[in-house]
């Protein structure tokens, strides 16, 4: 039952990684990013590219750099203009981002389904109340709540983060006490999408390397952000946690319908407190 | 169309008076080899299936009599569409005489239809519908290699009798899992073992550690993964994260070949059943064809559906020669039912007269990182299943059975 619990931290561990670039996104530059999916799947072939030459961690490093980079690159030529753009606009635009991105990937590394070898340093499985568990999925756990912590600390405490918190409230009223809102959406765009390249090359080792790895952890994600409430950080973690924890026991005990659950939670919460867990009713 | 056809009579009335011994149209033998040349088929089939033609002819001697024999190649692309603009622009004004390869069944099931139409040929060797010899058998094209139901019967029976006893499935949630796990399964029971348990996955899933940890506390001997793709590379990789197979119990894919196995490495895959009607490293023979077959292809082996392409193409140029013809396909292809079969890849056989090429089918373990001494040293032989029975019965529904 442990183990089952443990797998379920491992996913929503992803999950959260993924969602909380969403939440960024969104609450900076008021942009659906349909395209975040592709950062994942972009940032597990930067790290298969780079751990090849480089190693396990420097690929890590790279991913999240790379990706960050891309952030800002993508912030600069298309969430900036599309921030006053009707929702549909973005919809369709960060979506064919998302084919151009997987067209990209499919064109450099192929269709084939590459595999990164778990690091040498993390292979092998420990004991856990009686059952083996990967030593590996432990450190997806650990750098998840290391990176969410972080992530939530420098929101709290630093000035940057007080700005974030800010314009994700009132981007207006924000603008108008002085705040450079272009230099902080870009740093936050930056963070997000560097999160999302951290996050595919921690999944690298689990996963199948495929064009379409991000289509379904997308999903999941915009379900996160649902349930979780849009724009909230706190909710995305909750969320998160909630459906990896669904997931996985609802494979265990209705295999047949589990990958319903996250989707039944998801239209529970938009019908009876549609602000999501932890926002605020409108 | 019918001033086409008068022309091509009258075109072929005049080849007829000026050569006497044979009657080729524009006197090229053409070999359209069509696949998917970039896709998720490239590696199993694609370039490598052109080489692999391209050696049934040199060693056929690159001529029958004195007509040249030429191989064009074509990239459908998976799309049932393109694949049939292509084959119908090489029948009708490339002078394709017969058709090779032709992955996906979507496209392969269309092609038999269309030669059988213009009554050309098709060597259909990477398709594994079970339909090309049943509903959907025709007079112009035969079935190599393998189908749906050589692979369950192979791993169903053959993993059992080696003391697999007691399989669990884990199976991917769509007709052709399910179809996979139903034909394994009955095979299972036939030969004695039983079934379990099955967990069923949505297609295209990433975390299958649940699964995986359901199928551990089944007991089972045997998980049988009856997925593909990135599915079947994501069970077995997280199933080695989880020691499954240090536990005791292994693996069997039912659906899953030769450069699947490379790309996902030894130390993923060791000790993975599998089968397949070839391996490079079998027997002298198929070492030869595979050395002949690497020195062309940057080092790579063939896989089992580049040596049905040799093996087929070669047999149907056997055939012509007998014929003396390339324009009646029907004839030629009755004549390769007539003909025994013989080549370096699969050794003799014979073709059945539903168009099935029947040859053994050997079930394969894969190798551990320390028991591999080369790069493509991957699989050890540990069953096998005769020809007469690694292949589906006489079925009914093909209108050539029992007339």
Redesign the interface.
């Known amino acids: 039952m442990l183990?089952?619990v443990l797998?379920g931290l491992?996913?929503g561990g992803l999950l959260y990684l993924v969602a909380v670039g969403l939440v960024l996104i969104f609450g900076l530059r008021q942009v659906v990013n349909f395209a975040h999916g592709s950062l994942f799947m972009l940032g597990a072939y930067v790290a298969y590219a780079t751990i090849a030459i480089a190693g396990f961690w420097i690929g890590l490093l790279a991913a999240a750099i790379v990706l960050a980079l891309l952030g800002l690159l993508l912030d600069r030529t298309v969430f900036r203009q599309l921030q006053d753009q009707d929702p549909i606009v973005t919809v369709l635009v960060t979506f064919g981002l998302l084919l151009v991105l997987e067209d990209f990937v499919r064109t450099v590394w192929?269709?084939?389904?590459?595999?990164v070898?778990?690091p040498q340093l993390l292979q092998?499985?420990v004991d856990i109340a009686g059952?083996?568990?990967?030593i590996?999925?432990l450190f997806v756990i650990a750098a998840a709540a290391v990176i969410g912590a972080g992530l939530t600390i420098w929101l709290k405490t630093s000035r940057v983060g007080l700005y974030v918190r800010a314009f994700a409230a009132d981007p207006v009223t924000t603008g108008m006490q002085g705040v450079d809102t272009e230099r902080v959406s870009a740093s936050v765009v930056a963070v997000g999408a560097g999160l999302a390249g951290l996050s595919g090359a921690i999944?690298s080792?689990?996963?199948?390397l495929?064009p379409?790895?991000g289509?379904?952890?997308l999903i999941e994600s915009f379900i996160v952000v649902v349930v979780g409430g849009f724009g909230s950080f706190s909710g995305a973690f909750v969320a998160a946690l909630v459906i990896g924890q669904l997931?996985?026991f609802g494979?265990?005990f209705v295999?047949?319908i589990a990958?319903m659950v996250p989707f039944l939670l998801m239209m529970a919460i938009l019908i009876y407190r549609p602000e999501g867990l932890a926002g605020k009713a409108s | 169309m019918n001033l086409r056809l008068a022309a091509l009579a009258l075109g072929s009335l005049a080849l007829s008076a000026q050569a006497s011994q044979a009657q080729f149209s524009d006197n090229v033998l053409r070999i359209g080899v069509l696949n998917d040349q970039?896709?998720?088929y490239?590696?199993m089939a694609g370039p490598g299936s052109v080489v692999a033609a391209q050696i049934a002819v040199d060693e056929f001697g690159g001529k029958i009599g004195n007509v040249p024999i030429e191989i064009i190649r074509g990239d459908h692309q998976n799309k049932p569409d393109i694949g049939l603009n292509i084959a119908r622009k090489w029948l009708d004004a490339d002078g394709v005489d017969m058709i090779a390869d032709i992955p996906n069944s979507s496209i392969s099931l269309a092609i038999s239809a269309l030669v059988k139409d213009k009554n050309k040929v098709a060597v259909i060797t990477t398709s594994n519908s079970n339909r090309l010899t049943a509903d959907s058998c025709t007079p112009n094209h035969v079935h190599w290699t393998l189908d749906n139901y050589s692979l369950a019967r192979s791993t169903g029976s053959a993993v059992v009798k080696s003391g697999g006893k007691n399989w669990f499935f884990l199976t991917a949630d769509y007709a052709f899992g399910h179809d996979m796990e139903r034909e394994a399964g009955d095979f299972v029971k036939q030969a004695g073992g039983s079934v379990v348990g099955a967990?069923?996955?949505?297609l295209?899933?990433?975390?299958f550690?649940?699964?995986l940890?359901?199928a551990q506390s089944s007991k089972a001997n045997v998980i049988a993964l009856a997925n593909s793709?990135?599915d079947f590379?994501?069970s077995i990789?997280?199933a080695a994260?989880?020691?499954i197979t240090q536990?005791g119990q292994s693996l069997a894919g039912l659906a899953v070949y030769l450069t699947d196995v490379k790309?996902?490495?030894l130390?993923?895959g060791k000790g993975i059943y599998l089968s397949e009607p070839f391996y490079w490293d079998l027997n002298d023979q198929t070492r030869s064809f595979a050395k002949k077959f690497g020195e062309r292809h940057g080092g790579a082996m063939p896989t089992s559906f580049q040596a049905g392409v040799y093996s087929g193409v070669l047999h149907y140029l056997k055939a012509v020669a007998a014929v003396g013809n390339d324009t009646d396909g029907r004839a030629i292809v009755a004549k390769m039912k007539e003909l025994p079969t013989e080549d370096l890849a699969f050794g003799k056989g014979s073709v059945r007269i539903d168009g099935r090429k029947l040859h053994p089918m050997y079930l394969f373990r894969v190798k551990s990182p320390a028991q591999s001494k080369a790069p493509w040293d991957l699989y050890e032989k540990v069953g096998e299943t005769a020809a007469a029975e690694a292949f589906k019965p006489l079925d009914s529904a093909c209108n050539l059975v029992g007339k």
């Not at chain 1, 059952?131 to 990967?134: H, K, L, M």
């Open positions: 183990i089952h797998n491992v996913y192929g269709r084939d389904n590459l595999t070898a778990v092998g499985t059952a083996s568990f990967p590996y999925r999944a080792p689990l996963l199948a495929s379409a790895m289509g379904s952890i997931q996985n494979i265990v295999p047949s990958s | 970039a896709g998720i490239a590696d967990v069923r996955h949505p295209s899933s990433s975390d550690s649940s699964y940890l359901q793709g990135s590379t994501n990789k997280q994260e989880f020691g536990s790309s996902l490495g130390e993923s």
